[in-house]
């Protein structure tokens, strides 16, 4: 019996997020190390703490560091923390990035842009912590999906452009709109991320970038061109991505990445109507007009964008009502149900 108690005290616990089962892992696997859940084989992750912060789970990982879900004991709350990777502790420009990028975010208010809450050195370790939305990203709707529909595509974008107008405001540019930066929490509100290529200065003169940034199948065509880069660019980025979750399909498909970026200086995209039938006028207008190849022929204004959105979520809320109540009529023989 002593020894079965001596076994248990090496030994900790640590519930799976893929089946909800409790393992018990020896205390002394490193931190942020996995193992294989008993039950469903799902990576268990050992906890780390960090300040009043517990790492719990991954959520992702990208290029600065990784994202872990964890819990706050002092507030008692689920949160967010970016642990930046330990390779990049002495990079003096990777430091600035990331303290850059907290910061950014940090100075925006809006229900769509993640919130900031903390960032922080301690025991050598950088850190951001924030909002937790871990309900997977417009990119893996999309994966899943296929095709989003329609009223989510226009409520979406409605949103994230608020949220960009926000950010304008603050003279802020976010520089790479893509499925990947939209997360959802659990009650699908979407939230935008990665504020880590920002610029603050409401224009970017690209003669003066040595490189141009950017994701190739968002990308807007004055980037590409090297010519002045402003909110126009961000709005051409977004009207690419609600086209993706709209359609399945992103503006421009190449078997190349230069023939893709070339699509954006010199094609234009198929109309999202003439992609999917099912997909209204108003609404593929609305986007088609968004990625104009010239800014000037764009919407000149986040509200005049939201407006044209909006007027398309309208119409198709109409045109939804007038099918439910023609399938309702059919339904009932055309009778009204106060009549014999």
Same mark, same amino acid.
């Given at each position: 019996?002593?020894?079965?108690?001596?076994d248990r005290?090496?030994?900790?616990m640590?519930?799976?997020?893929?089946c909800?089962?409790k393992?018990?892992?020896?205390?002394?696997?490193?931190?942020?190390?996995t193992?294989a859940?008993?039950?469903c084989?799902?990576?268990i992750?050992m906890?780390m703490q960090?300040k009043?912060?517990?790492?719990?789970?991954?959520?992702?990982?990208?290029?600065?560091?990784?994202?872990?879900?964890?819990?706050?004991q002092?507030l008692?709350?689920?949160?967010a923390?970016?642990l930046?990777k330990?390779?990049l502790?002495n990079?003096?420009?990777?430091i600035?990035a990331f303290g850059?990028?907290? /910061?950014? +975010?940090?100075?925006?208010?809006?229900t769509?842009i993640?919130?900031?809450?903390?960032y922080e050195e301690?025991? *050598?370790?950088?850190?951001?912590?924030?909002?937790l939305a871990?309900?997977?990203?417009?990119d893996?709707?999309i994966?899943?999906e296929?095709?989003?529909p329609?009223?989510?595509?226009?409520?979406?974008g409605?949103?994230?452009?608020?949220a960009?107008?926000?950010a304008l /405001?603050?003279?802020?540019?976010h520089?790479?709109?893509?499925p990947?930066n939209?997360?959802?929490?659990?009650? *699908?509100?979407?939230?935008?991320?990665?504020?880590?290529?920002a610029?603050?200065? *409401?224009?970017?003169?690209m %003669?003066?970038?040595?490189?141009?940034?950017?994701t190739? %199948?968002?990308?807007?065509p004055?980037?590409?061109?090297?010519?002045r880069?402003?909110?126009?660019?961000d709005?051409?980025s977004?009207?690419?991505?609600?086209y993706h979750?709209l359609t399945?399909?992103?503006?421009?498909?190449?078997?190349?990445?230069d023939?893709?970026?070339?699509?954006?200086?010199?094609?234009?995209p198929i109309?999202?109507?003439?992609?999917l039938e099912?997909?209204?006028?108003p +609404?593929?207008?609305?986007?088609?007009?968004a990625?104009?190849?010239r800014p000037?022929?764009?919407?000149?204004?986040y509200?005049d964008?939201?407006?044209?959105l909006?007027?398309a979520?309208?119409?198709l809320?109409?045109g939804?009502?007038?099918q439910?109540?023609?399938?309702?009529?059919?339904?009932?023989g055309?009778?009204?149900w106060?009549?014999l």
């Open positions: 019996m002593s020894g079965l108690m001596d005290k090496h030994l900790r640590v519930t799976c997020d893929g909800g089962v393992n018990f892992i020896p205390s002394d696997t490193p931190p942020l190390s193992v859940c008993t039950r084989g799902y990576q992750m906890p960090l009043q912060f517990e790492l719990r789970s991954l959520i992702g990982t990208g290029g600065m560091g990784s994202v872990y879900r964890a819990f706050d002092s008692e709350r689920d949160v923390v970016k930046m330990s390779e502790l990079d003096p420009n990777a600035e850059r990028e907290a /910061k950014a +975010t940090a100075s925006l208010n809006h769509n993640i919130h900031i809450y903390l301690w025991e *050598g370790k950088r850190f951001i912590v924030m909002e871990d309900c997977g990203s417009l893996t709707r994966e899943k296929g095709v989003l329609e009223l989510d595509v226009l409520d979406i409605i949103k994230i452009a608020s960009l107008a926000t /405001k603050h003279n802020l540019l520089r790479d709109i893509k990947g939209i997360l959802f929490n659990k009650e *699908g509100e979407p939230k935008l991320i990665d504020f880590g290529l610029y603050k200065g *409401g224009s970017v003169d %003669y003066d970038e040595t490189e141009v940034w950017g190739p %199948y968002y990308i807007a004055e980037k590409i061109k090297r010519e880069e402003d909110f126009l660019s709005m051409y977004l009207a690419g991505t609600l979750a399945g399909r992103v503006p421009f498909e190449a078997p190349t990445i023939e893709i970026i070339s699509a954006h200086v010199h094609a234009q109309p999202p109507h003439q992609v099912t997909i209204t006028i +609404t593929s207008e609305a986007i088609i007009k990625l104009a190849k000037e022929d764009r919407y000149q204004s509200d964008f939201i407006m044209a909006t007027a979520r309208s119409q809320l109409v939804m009502l007038k439910k109540s023609k399938t309702d009529s059919s339904g009932s055309g009778r009204s106060w009549r």
